[in-house]
């Protein structure tokens, strides 16, 4: 990969390790920034995409698709989660869902000043619910999906995976 390509995440690569998870459903709440992935999920016949109204939804969807021995991901905004943490609770930890939550980390930078408050209370949110996560900024991050998904599995709990690059590799 040319260096500008490394410092950022391809869409293709966090295409393939979902893929390579088994992922039959990616629950989501479109917006722009994700656009470029969703165009590759589209033309991709294994992916069924099962947009939602509001973020909430996505954790009842996510945990009966589950149920019924598929495969979810969900993608969701940090905003969008924070919203819906009564779902996340009630849903994925109470009734012990194993699944991996692709949210955008909007506001993060890695300098430390984040651009948005959101970006100020994401972990926060994480870390008060118990939720494990794993920080995907360039490709060379994407080998984190994997782990997210193995350790989901493992323990019957949702994980999440913080896509850092929400602004720049998926919006070209």
Known sequence: MAPTQDAQLSPQLVLDEMKKNGVTHVVWLPDSET????????????????????????????????????????????????????????????????????????????????????ATYTERFLNAFGITYYLVETSADAPRISIAFEEARRTQRPVAVLMADEYHGFNR
């Open 35 to 118: 656009n470029f992935l969703y165009q590759l999920m589209q033309a991709d016949p294994s992916l069924q995409l099962v947009p939602v109204s509001r973020e909430g939804l996505a954790f009842s969807i996510a945990a009966g698709l589950a149920t019924g021995s598929q495969t979810p991901a969900i993608l969701i905004q940090n905003t969008g989660l924070m919203e819906s943490g009564d779902s996340l609770r009630g849903w994925a930890i109470g009734l012990q869902i194993p699944m991996v939550m692709m949210v955008g980390y909007r506001g993060w930078t890695r300098h430390g000043v984040n651009a948005d408050s959101a």
